[in-house]
Protein backbone atom coordinates (compact mmCIF):
# COMPACT_ATOMS: atom_id res chain seq x y z
CA UNK A 1 0.00 0.00 0.00
CA UNK A 2 2.75 2.18 1.07
CA UNK A 3 4.57 1.71 -1.68
CA UNK A 4 1.27 2.52 -4.60
CA UNK A 5 1.19 5.74 -2.50
CA UNK A 6 5.14 6.58 -3.18
CA UNK A 7 3.74 6.32 -6.75
CA UNK A 8 1.00 8.39 -6.37
CA UNK A 9 3.68 10.86 -5.36
CA UNK A 10 6.02 10.44 -8.38
CA UNK A 11 2.83 10.78 -10.92
CA UNK A 12 1.43 13.87 -9.13
CA UNK A 13 5.27 15.50 -9.67
CA UNK A 14 5.42 14.87 -13.42
CA UNK A 15 1.61 15.75 -13.81
CA UNK A 16 1.47 18.72 -16.16
CA UNK A 17 -0.92 20.33 -18.25
CA UNK A 18 -2.04 23.79 -19.99
CA UNK A 19 -5.88 23.46 -19.79
CA UNK A 20 -8.17 24.19 -16.95
CA UNK A 21 -10.10 21.57 -18.05
CA UNK A 22 -7.40 18.95 -17.34
CA UNK A 23 -5.90 20.59 -14.37
CA UNK A 24 -9.66 20.65 -12.61
CA UNK A 25 -9.94 16.61 -13.65
CA UNK A 26 -6.30 16.37 -11.77
CA UNK A 27 -7.42 17.76 -8.96
CA UNK A 28 -10.98 15.99 -8.64
CA UNK A 29 -9.28 12.52 -9.19
CA UNK A 30 -7.07 12.89 -5.84
CA UNK A 31 -8.38 15.92 -3.93
CA UNK A 32 -12.50 15.31 -4.77
CA UNK A 33 -14.42 13.99 -2.36
CA UNK A 34 -14.25 10.96 -3.64
CA UNK A 35 -10.62 11.05 -4.78
CA UNK A 36 -7.95 8.70 -4.17
CA UNK A 37 -6.60 10.92 -1.38
CA UNK A 38 -10.08 10.14 0.60
CA UNK A 39 -9.92 6.67 -0.58
CA UNK A 40 -6.66 6.26 1.02
CA UNK A 41 -7.75 7.73 4.14
CA UNK A 42 -10.22 5.71 4.66
CA UNK A 43 -7.80 2.88 4.09
CA UNK A 44 -6.45 3.71 7.18
CA UNK A 45 -7.58 1.96 10.17
CA UNK A 46 -6.90 -1.84 7.92
CA UNK A 47 -3.07 -0.76 8.24
CA UNK A 48 -0.72 -2.62 10.66
CA UNK A 49 -0.16 -0.50 13.79
CA UNK A 50 3.73 -0.79 13.29
CA UNK A 51 3.11 0.56 9.86
CA UNK A 52 0.60 3.14 10.62
CA UNK A 53 3.22 6.11 11.26
CA UNK A 54 4.87 6.24 8.07
CA UNK A 55 1.53 5.44 6.27
CA UNK A 56 0.42 8.98 8.09
CA UNK A 57 3.45 10.66 6.63
CA UNK A 58 3.35 9.30 3.19
CA UNK A 59 -0.69 9.95 2.71
CA UNK A 60 0.32 13.71 3.65
CA UNK A 61 3.43 13.96 1.56
CA UNK A 62 0.62 12.88 -1.13
CA UNK A 63 -1.76 15.54 -0.09
CA UNK A 64 0.92 18.51 -0.29
CA UNK A 65 2.21 17.67 -3.39
CA UNK A 66 -1.25 17.57 -4.93
CA UNK A 67 -1.96 20.53 -3.75
CA UNK A 68 0.69 22.34 -4.13
CA UNK A 69 0.93 21.03 -7.89
CA UNK A 70 -2.58 22.34 -8.33
CA UNK A 71 -1.92 25.82 -7.04
CA UNK A 72 1.35 26.24 -9.28
CA UNK A 73 -0.31 24.61 -12.47
CA UNK A 74 -3.45 27.25 -12.08
CA UNK A 75 -0.86 30.15 -11.27
CA UNK A 76 1.45 29.51 -14.31
CA UNK A 77 -2.24 29.38 -16.61
CA UNK A 78 -3.51 32.44 -14.63
CA UNK A 79 0.21 34.48 -15.85
CA UNK A 80 -0.12 33.11 -19.40
CA UNK A 81 -3.78 34.46 -20.03
CA UNK A 82 -2.73 38.23 -17.92
CA UNK A 83 -0.17 38.75 -20.36
CA UNK A 84 -2.11 37.54 -23.63
CA UNK A 85 -4.48 39.67 -22.71
CA UNK A 86 -2.29 42.66 -22.18
CA UNK A 87 -0.57 41.98 -25.38
CA UNK A 88 -4.22 41.90 -27.06
CA UNK A 89 -4.85 45.56 -25.96
CA UNK A 90 -3.51 47.12 -28.34
CA UNK A 91 -4.69 50.73 -27.27
CA UNK A 92 -3.30 49.98 -23.37
CA UNK A 93 -1.11 53.56 -23.05
CA UNK A 94 2.48 52.74 -23.08
CA UNK A 95 4.84 52.06 -20.49
CA UNK A 96 7.41 55.01 -19.88
CA UNK A 97 10.66 54.80 -20.35
CA UNK A 98 12.74 56.27 -17.57
CA UNK A 99 15.80 58.08 -19.17
CA UNK A 100 18.55 58.46 -17.30
CA UNK A 101 20.71 61.68 -16.69
CA UNK A 102 24.40 62.73 -16.45
CA UNK A 103 25.65 64.90 -14.16
CA UNK A 104 26.27 68.36 -14.70
CA UNK A 105 29.60 67.86 -13.71
CA UNK A 106 30.05 65.19 -16.13
CA UNK A 107 28.38 66.94 -18.99
CA UNK A 108 30.65 69.82 -18.20
CA UNK A 109 33.70 67.85 -17.72
CA UNK A 110 33.09 65.97 -21.21
CA UNK A 111 33.19 69.24 -23.25
CA UNK A 112 35.61 70.36 -22.29
CA UNK A 113 37.40 67.43 -22.69
CA UNK A 114 35.93 67.76 -25.95
CA UNK A 115 36.99 71.23 -27.29
CA UNK A 116 40.81 70.28 -26.14
CA UNK A 117 41.07 67.28 -27.69
CA UNK A 118 40.24 69.04 -31.14
CA UNK A 119 42.95 71.06 -30.71
CA UNK A 120 45.25 68.24 -29.76
CA UNK A 121 45.18 67.60 -26.50
CA UNK A 122 44.85 64.34 -24.83
CA UNK A 123 43.36 63.13 -20.81
CA UNK A 124 45.19 62.14 -18.56
CA UNK A 125 45.02 60.85 -15.33
CA UNK A 126 46.30 59.82 -11.37
CA UNK A 127 45.19 59.18 -7.96
CA UNK A 128 43.37 61.33 -5.60
CA UNK A 129 45.42 60.13 -2.41
CA UNK A 130 48.72 61.74 -3.49
CA UNK A 131 52.42 61.96 -2.06
CA UNK A 132 54.14 65.37 -0.93
CA UNK A 133 56.51 65.33 -4.31
CA UNK A 134 53.81 65.33 -6.63
CA UNK A 135 51.57 67.77 -5.33
CA UNK A 136 53.76 70.07 -3.67
CA UNK A 137 57.43 69.68 -3.80
CA UNK A 138 57.63 68.87 -7.63
CA UNK A 139 55.28 71.99 -8.18
CA UNK A 140 58.33 74.21 -6.86
CA UNK A 141 56.57 74.47 -3.25
CA UNK A 142 59.54 72.81 -1.20
CA UNK A 143 58.06 72.32 2.82
CA UNK A 144 58.17 75.05 4.29
CA UNK A 145 57.17 77.12 1.24
CA UNK A 146 55.03 79.85 2.60
CA UNK A 147 52.73 79.11 -0.67
CA UNK A 148 51.43 75.69 0.76
CA UNK A 149 48.68 78.04 2.81
CA UNK A 150 47.38 79.09 -0.53
CA UNK A 151 45.66 75.71 -0.38
CA UNK A 152 44.22 73.92 2.96
CA UNK A 153 45.67 70.36 2.36
CA UNK A 154 43.79 67.40 3.99
CA UNK A 155 46.56 65.38 5.35
CA UNK A 156 46.72 61.87 6.16
CA UNK A 157 47.15 62.19 9.98
CA UNK A 158 49.90 59.61 10.84
CA UNK A 159 51.79 60.28 7.41
CA UNK A 160 52.25 64.16 6.24
CA UNK A 161 53.55 62.44 3.09
CA UNK A 162 50.06 61.13 2.14
CA UNK A 163 47.17 63.77 1.68
CA UNK A 164 44.64 64.30 -0.97
CA UNK A 165 45.57 66.32 -3.88
CA UNK A 166 44.75 70.17 -3.74
CA UNK A 167 44.65 70.26 -7.94
CA UNK A 168 45.25 67.96 -10.38
CA UNK A 169 48.26 69.89 -11.03
CA UNK A 170 49.78 66.55 -10.13
CA UNK A 171 48.93 64.62 -12.79
CA UNK A 172 50.99 66.83 -14.67
CA UNK A 173 54.12 66.47 -12.72
CA UNK A 174 53.23 62.19 -13.22
CA UNK A 175 52.59 62.80 -16.80
CA UNK A 176 55.84 64.91 -17.47
CA UNK A 177 58.03 61.99 -15.38
CA UNK A 178 56.35 59.65 -17.80
CA UNK A 179 56.25 61.24 -21.43
CA UNK A 180 58.89 63.21 -23.34
CA UNK A 181 57.69 66.46 -25.34
CA UNK A 182 55.78 67.28 -26.98
CA UNK A 183 52.97 67.28 -24.17
CA UNK A 184 49.72 68.26 -24.78
CA UNK A 185 47.14 66.89 -22.20
CA UNK A 186 44.42 67.71 -20.09
CA UNK A 187 44.07 66.44 -16.44
CA UNK A 188 40.62 66.35 -15.55
CA UNK A 189 39.84 65.17 -11.72
CA UNK A 190 38.32 65.79 -7.74
CA UNK A 191 40.38 67.63 -5.98
CA UNK A 192 40.35 68.02 -1.88
CA UNK A 193 40.78 71.34 0.59
CA UNK A 194 40.18 72.04 3.85
CA UNK A 195 37.17 74.65 3.55
CA UNK A 196 34.83 75.16 5.54
CA UNK A 197 31.31 74.06 3.27
CA UNK A 198 28.97 77.25 1.90
CA UNK A 199 26.42 77.49 -1.07
CA UNK A 200 29.78 78.98 -2.89
CA UNK A 201 32.67 76.51 -1.74
CA UNK A 202 33.22 73.05 -0.99
CA UNK A 203 35.89 70.45 0.59
CA UNK A 204 35.93 69.24 -2.49
CA UNK A 205 35.37 70.00 -6.16
CA UNK A 206 36.64 69.29 -9.53
CA UNK A 207 39.25 70.81 -12.15
CA UNK A 208 40.35 70.32 -15.58
CA UNK A 209 44.24 71.38 -15.54
CA UNK A 210 45.63 71.96 -18.83
CA UNK A 211 49.64 71.68 -20.20
CA UNK A 212 51.45 71.97 -23.32
CA UNK A 213 55.31 71.71 -23.40
CA UNK A 214 57.41 71.47 -26.44
CA UNK A 215 59.92 74.02 -28.13
CA UNK A 216 59.18 77.69 -28.60
CA UNK A 217 55.24 77.45 -26.39
CA UNK A 218 55.16 81.11 -25.94
CA UNK A 219 52.45 83.47 -23.32
CA UNK A 220 50.61 84.40 -26.90
CA UNK A 221 50.30 80.15 -26.96
CA UNK A 222 48.57 80.47 -23.81
CA UNK A 223 46.56 83.42 -24.71
CA UNK A 224 45.41 82.33 -27.69
CA UNK A 225 44.24 78.58 -26.18
CA UNK A 226 42.63 80.16 -23.70
CA UNK A 227 40.52 82.48 -25.95
CA UNK A 228 39.57 79.74 -28.26
CA UNK A 229 38.68 77.53 -24.87
CA UNK A 230 36.24 80.39 -23.68
CA UNK A 231 34.69 81.18 -26.93
CA UNK A 232 34.05 77.72 -27.35
CA UNK A 233 32.41 76.98 -24.18
CA UNK A 234 30.45 80.60 -23.43
CA UNK A 235 30.42 81.91 -26.66
CA UNK A 236 33.05 84.74 -25.43
CA UNK A 237 36.05 85.37 -26.99
CA UNK A 238 37.25 88.44 -24.63
CA UNK A 239 39.68 87.16 -21.90
CA UNK A 240 41.41 89.16 -19.53
CA UNK A 241 45.00 87.92 -17.62
CA UNK A 242 45.62 89.47 -14.44
CA UNK A 243 48.83 89.04 -12.85
CA UNK A 244 49.18 86.51 -10.11
CA UNK A 245 51.28 84.20 -8.51
CA UNK A 246 51.53 80.23 -8.33
CA UNK A 247 54.48 79.03 -7.35
CA UNK A 248 54.97 76.62 -10.95
CA UNK A 249 54.15 79.28 -13.19
CA UNK A 250 56.28 82.12 -13.93
CA UNK A 251 55.12 84.66 -15.22
CA UNK A 252 51.01 83.77 -13.86
CA UNK A 253 47.38 85.22 -14.55
CA UNK A 254 44.13 84.56 -13.15
CA UNK A 255 42.06 84.06 -16.48
CA UNK A 256 38.44 85.93 -16.52
CA UNK A 257 35.72 86.24 -19.21
CA UNK A 258 34.55 89.07 -20.43
CA UNK A 259 30.70 87.47 -19.50
CA UNK A 260 28.78 91.10 -20.25
CA UNK A 261 26.03 92.82 -18.18
CA UNK A 262 23.14 92.78 -20.28
CA UNK A 263 21.00 90.74 -17.92
CA UNK A 264 20.51 91.34 -14.48
CA UNK A 265 22.21 88.27 -13.38
CA UNK A 266 24.98 88.84 -15.37
CA UNK A 267 25.60 91.97 -12.70
CA UNK A 268 25.05 89.75 -9.79
CA UNK A 269 27.42 86.57 -11.13
CA UNK A 270 30.35 89.62 -12.36
CA UNK A 271 29.57 91.87 -9.20
CA UNK A 272 28.82 94.36 -11.60
CA UNK A 273 32.30 94.37 -13.04
CA UNK A 274 31.28 92.07 -16.11
CA UNK A 275 34.30 90.44 -15.60
CA UNK A 276 33.98 86.86 -14.36
CA UNK A 277 37.33 84.84 -12.80
CA UNK A 278 37.51 81.11 -14.17
CA UNK A 279 40.68 80.07 -12.99
CA UNK A 280 44.87 80.52 -12.84
CA UNK A 281 47.14 79.98 -15.55
CA UNK A 282 51.31 81.13 -16.60
CA UNK A 283 54.14 79.60 -17.87
CA UNK A 284 55.52 76.28 -16.20
CA UNK A 285 58.09 77.44 -14.10
CA UNK A 286 61.77 76.31 -15.11
CA UNK A 287 62.45 74.47 -11.96
CA UNK A 288 59.14 72.33 -12.81
CA UNK A 289 60.07 70.63 -15.68
CA UNK A 290 63.76 70.13 -14.64
CA UNK A 291 62.21 68.07 -11.16
CA UNK A 292 60.43 66.41 -13.82
CA UNK A 293 63.17 65.35 -16.28
CA UNK A 294 62.54 68.06 -18.98
CA UNK A 295 65.52 69.87 -20.16
CA UNK A 296 63.93 73.55 -19.30
CA UNK A 297 66.75 74.92 -21.73
CA UNK A 298 65.22 73.00 -24.69
CA UNK A 299 61.72 73.41 -24.15
CA UNK A 300 59.08 75.48 -22.59
CA UNK A 301 55.25 75.26 -21.75
CA UNK A 302 52.67 76.61 -20.48
CA UNK A 303 49.53 75.66 -17.94
CA UNK A 304 46.35 76.19 -16.80
CA UNK A 305 43.36 75.35 -14.27
CA UNK A 306 39.98 75.86 -14.11
CA UNK A 307 37.08 74.67 -11.83
CA UNK A 308 34.65 72.45 -13.43
CA UNK A 309 32.11 73.38 -10.68
CA UNK A 310 31.73 77.19 -11.28
CA UNK A 311 31.30 76.50 -14.36
CA UNK A 312 28.39 74.08 -14.84
CA UNK A 313 26.53 76.19 -11.71
CA UNK A 314 27.30 79.32 -14.07
CA UNK A 315 25.91 77.67 -17.33
CA UNK A 316 22.97 75.52 -15.64
CA UNK A 317 22.20 78.53 -13.45
CA UNK A 318 22.90 76.29 -9.88
CA UNK A 319 23.00 78.67 -7.12
CA UNK A 320 24.55 76.27 -4.58
CA UNK A 321 27.53 74.36 -4.81
CA UNK A 322 26.36 71.41 -2.08
CA UNK A 323 23.20 70.74 -5.13
CA UNK A 324 26.01 69.13 -6.72
CA UNK A 325 27.23 66.54 -4.40
CA UNK A 326 23.84 65.81 -2.67
CA UNK A 327 22.48 63.33 -5.05
CA UNK A 328 19.01 64.50 -4.82
CA UNK A 329 17.00 63.11 -7.75
CA UNK A 330 14.82 66.14 -8.50
CA UNK A 331 17.56 68.01 -9.07
CA UNK A 332 19.84 65.79 -11.23
CA UNK A 333 16.55 64.76 -12.86
CA UNK A 334 16.78 68.29 -14.55
CA UNK A 335 19.48 66.78 -16.52
CA UNK A 336 18.16 64.83 -19.17
CA UNK A 337 18.36 66.92 -22.17
CA UNK A 338 22.13 67.73 -21.66
CA UNK A 339 25.03 65.64 -22.94
N1 LIG B 1 46.83 74.55 -9.67
C1 LIG B 1 46.23 75.85 -9.54
C2 LIG B 1 45.11 75.78 -8.54
O1 LIG B 1 44.59 74.74 -8.29
C3 LIG B 1 45.67 76.35 -10.87
C4 LIG B 1 46.74 76.58 -11.87
C5 LIG B 1 47.10 75.59 -12.76
C6 LIG B 1 47.38 77.78 -11.93
C7 LIG B 1 48.08 75.80 -13.69
C8 LIG B 1 48.38 78.01 -12.87
C9 LIG B 1 48.69 77.01 -13.73
O2 LIG B 1 44.73 76.78 -7.95
Not at 203 to 223: I, M, N, P, T
Not at 256 to 272: F, N
Not at 309 to 319: E, K, P, S
Request: glycine letters at 6%; a negative charge; one cysteine or more.
Amino acid sequence: MIDKIKGHIEKVKAFSSETTEDIEKFRIEYLGKKGLLNDFFAEFKNVANDQKKEFGQVLNTLKNTAQDKVAELKASLENEAEATESLQDLTRPGQAIEIGSRHPVEIVKNRIINIFSNIGFNVSEGPEIEDDWHNFTALNLPEYHPARDMQDTFFIQTNPDVLLRTHTSSVQVRYMENNEPPIRTISPGRVYRNEAISARSHCFFHQVEGLYVDKGVSFADLKKTLQYFTTELFGKSKIRLRPSYFPFTEPSAEIDVYWGLETETDYKITKGTGWLEIGGCGMVDPNVLTNCGIDAEIYSGFAFGVGIDRIAMLLHQIQDIRMLSENDIRFLEQFKASF
